[in-house]
């Protein structure tokens, strides 16, 4: 028996590299209306598919620095850089995240925290 428990758009690739040996943790992550991610990195990438709600991603990655995603929208997180995700709306906001992580690092460093990959 199969059984779909998420499926996101995504407009372009998706390219995902992480030199071994890894980790790979999933992860449902609810924010509550207000509330966010804080700033943070990653030393791996991570793929979320937002279940439901809206969440504003805030990273150098987007042209006008901010891309808000909707449920059905997927997001790919890379290494190295500062990022925040945040609920501007009214209801909660749910994300379903696969994170692939070299293996003994953790999922996320908070700021400030060494936001560079190869550290």
Same mark, same amino acid.
């Given at each position: 028996?199969?059984?779909?428990?998420?499926?996101?758009?995504?407009?372009? #690739?998706?390219?995902?590299?992480?030199?071994?040996?890894?980790?790979?943790?999933?992860?449902?992550?609810?924010?509550?209306?207000?509330?966010?991610?804080?700033?943070?990195?990653?030393?791996?990438?991570?793929?979320?598919?937002?279940?439901?709600?809206?969440?504003?991603?805030? #990273?150098?990655?987007?042209?006008?620095?901010?891309?808000?995603?909707?449920?059905?929208?997927?997001?790919?997180?890379?290494?190295?850089? &500062?990022?925040?995700?945040?609920?501007?709306?009214?209801?909660?906001?749910?994300?379903?995240?696969?994170?692939?992580?070299?293996?003994?690092?953790? &999922? #996320?460093?908070?700021?400030?925290?060494?936001?560079? #990959?190869?550290?």
């Amino acid at each position: 028996m199969i059984k779909e428990i998420a499926q996101g758009k995504q407009s372009g #690739a998706v390219n995902v590299k992480v030199d071994g040996p890894v980790q790979v943790n999933f992860r449902e992550i609810t924010l509550p209306p207000g509330a966010s991610t804080g700033k943070h990195c990653h030393y791996g990438q991570l793929i979320g598919v937002v279940k439901s709600g809206v969440f504003t991603h805030t #990273a150098p990655i987007y042209p006008r620095g901010e891309h808000v995603y909707k449920a059905g929208d997927s997001l790919v997180e890379g290494s190295g850089y &500062l990022h925040e995700g945040r609920n501007e709306g009214k209801k909660d906001v749910v994300l379903w995240v696969t994170y692939v992580t070299p293996k003994g690092k953790p &999922l #996320a460093v908070p700021e400030p925290g060494p936001c560079d #990959a190869d550290r």
